[in-house]
């Protein structure tokens, strides 16, 4: 690699990594922000997944975005609107700023996150070097993904949750000094003439999801017969069919028709929302259960995950081997030992050994590493190279609302009670459990695609 090639690689990854590490420190952040900011299980809720929510609902059309103004501009915006939402996080007086930040936070990764890929894409003209530089960039995000938990910990023990925020201010600021600097030519402009932007579904989308999210935060605080769960909800139908009757009829859908008809892409797109469901969900749920029931801190709380991050970067190579002979058998199997993960959360209380939990967390890790990379094997084996954008940014936007909705239905069963209690996070964990298994079912509607690259596999897989 040249030296600018280097330099436009450190800074694509560090823009990806900081996206990642902002979904699980903030994880790791829920008990000390409960108790400084005095705020419930509900509006915990709100604080997790208003960055996932907002960040869901914008990928589909960041891409687009970045062919009409150029990946470095839409990149650099960005990294500005992270920093931003890093600030007013860091300075946040009450819950509902939090949230807002949040959201805010939410807006810059969906900016930043596809166009720190089409960077590399523009930069790195020779395919080996190119191919080279996907891996580095997967490598590092895998590694900011194992050990954010755990660095999140440690700042929120040595210097209070405000910390997770502020680290992102010279992360933010260094990936933004080597674009100014290093990245220019075709990767500075305009791509090539776009498609105008769909502002109008991308609108209605982001408000479908907002509704569902708050109907379903909102049951367990409120009953589902309180009138504005009622409301929200059948607002959320009404847009959701709204917006499937205007898919049926444009010339212009938010994804395109050749997509949606492959039965690969439906399944497997479907089959990452269910993962990112049981994950997620476990993952808000078990924070808060290690936090206020086992009365770990940050810290504890981040290592005591470790186990799952870490495996599932060491099943890594074996998933993409047999991700080259197709995607069914890796997502049969993965989804299926994360299942045996989440019943054995069934054995986890206020006594049980860290030993149950730690074997839980495992089979979830192995269960993932296998899975996920082949959800995206499966919708990459099934997209045309033009459409191979599109395909990406739906497999991820599809991941991050299982993501939401994973934290709203299972964090509100194993919250109901105003805290997690045992009984309530079994409830939660049958579901995930239930979740996984349509996961694993969903494998068989696979038929093989031709075989995918390592690196692409790998790549989506990470995000």
């Known amino acids: ?145 194992a050990t954010g938990p755990v660095l999140g910990g440690l700042l929120i023990e040595q210097a209070g949750w405000r910390s997770i925020f502020v680290i992102n201010l010279p992360l933010a600021a260094v990936a933004a000094g080597l674009a100014l600097t290093q990245i220019g030519g075709r990767a500075a402009g305009a791509a090539r003439p776009a498609a105008p932007l769909n502002l109008g579904p991308q609108a209605a989308a982001v408000a479908m999801l907002l509704a569902l999210t708050f109907g379903l935060v909102q049951s367990g605080a409120d009953g589902w017969g309180s ?24 010339d212009r859908p938010l994804v395109p028709r050749a997509l949606t008809r492959d039965p690969r892409f439906t399944g497997a797109t479907a089959g990452g929302a269910l993962l990112n469901f049981a994950f997620y969900g476990e993952l808000f749920f078990l924070s808060l259960f290690l936090q206020q029931d086992r009365g770990l801190d940050a810290l504890e709380t981040g290592l005591a995950f470790l186990p799952q991050p870490l495996l599932f970067i060491a099943v890594a190579p074996l998933a993409a081997r047999l991700l080259a002979r197709g995607p069914r058998l890796p997502l049969a199997v993965g989804a299926g030992i994360s299942v045996v993960g989440s019943l054995i959360l069934l054995g986890v209380d206020s006594g049980s050994p860290y030993g149950v939990l730690m074997a839980a967390l495992a089979l979830n890790g192995i269960g993932g590493g296998f899975a996920i990379p082949a959800v995206t094997g499966a919708v990459m084996g099934s997209a045309p190279t033009a459409l191979a954008g599109i395909a990406s940014a739906s497999l991820n936007a599809g991941r991050q609302v299982g993501g939401v909705l994973g934290v709203a239905v299972l964090g509100g069963i194993a919250t109901a009670g105003g805290h997690v209690a045992p009984a309530a996070m079994h409830d939660a964990a049958i579901l995930a459990a239930l979740g996984l298994a349509m996961a694993s079912a969903l494998a068989f509607t696979l038929r093989p695609p031709a075989p995918v690259a390592v690196g692409e596999a790998v790549l989506a897989g990470t995000r």
């Open 227 to 250: 009138g504005r769960v009622v409301f929200a909800l059948g607002l959320a139908a009404a847009l959701a069919v709204g917006l499937v009757v205007r898919e049926r009829s444009s």
């Open 1 to 145: 690699m040249t030296r600018r090639e280097r330099l436009v690689l450190l800074a694509s990854t560090i823009g990806f990594s900081m996206v990642l590490l902002d979904t699980t420190v903030v994880n790791v952040a829920l008990g000390s922000i409960a108790r400084d900011l005095s705020a419930g299980p509900t509006t915990l809720e709100w604080v997790a997944n208003a960055y996932t929510l907002v960040f869901a609902g914008l990928l589909l059309s960041t891409g687009l975005a970045a062919d009409r103004l150029g990946a470095r501009a839409v990149f650099l915006a960005g990294l500005g609107t992270f920093a931003a939402g890093s600030v007013a996080a860091t300075l946040a007086p009450t819950a509902a700023a939090l949230i807002a930040a949040q959201a805010v936070l939410g807006v810059g990764a969906a900016l930043v996150l596809p166009t720190s890929l089409s960077l590399l894409s523009q930069v790195f003209e020779d395919p080996a070097r190119r191919v080279r530089a996907v891996g580095v960039w997967a490598a590092g995000s895998a590694v900011s993904f």
